[in-house]
């Protein structure tokens, strides 16, 4: 089993549509930390799993200096980011979203 680990930083705004009062209901910005991990029993015709680049720019391209309420089409939760950064990865299998040093959300698969 090949695995490959993709880790980028990204400045990105957003602000949580909450069911409580919080002050992350007002618009602020983090420097996001996102590690996407994708694995495969064989590699393709290139010899990768998937290309580091492919994830870059499938990732970093779309959110690094937006307001991500913007543009994502849900509540943009460090845990709703993280699934969303995996569903547009092939070969993704876990992807940690740290929006500061002690907070992280992640997905992965069962």
């Not at 720019?57 to 959110?63: A, C, D, E, F, Y």
């Not at 991500?68 to 299998?93: G, H, K, M, R």
Request: charged content about 25%; glycine content about 2%; proline content about 4%.
């Amino acid at each position: 089993m090949y695995t490959v680990i993709k880790r980028m930083e990204i400045s990105a705004s957003h602000s949580l549509r909450l069911s409580y009062p919080s002050k992350c209901e007002n618009l602020h910005g983090h420097n996001w930390m996102i590690t996407v991990y994708c694995r495969s029993k064989e590699l393709n015709a290139d010899g990768m799993v998937v290309d580091f680049s492919h994830i870059k720019r499938s990732v970093k391209s779309l959110l690094d200096h937006q307001n991500l309420n913007d543009i994502l089409p849900f509540n943009p939760t460090a845990e709703n980011i993280a699934f969303w950064v995996y569903e547009q990865i092939p070969s993704c299998f876990k992807v940690e979203v740290k929006e500061s040093e002690g907070n992280t959300a992640i997905y992965e698969e069962d």
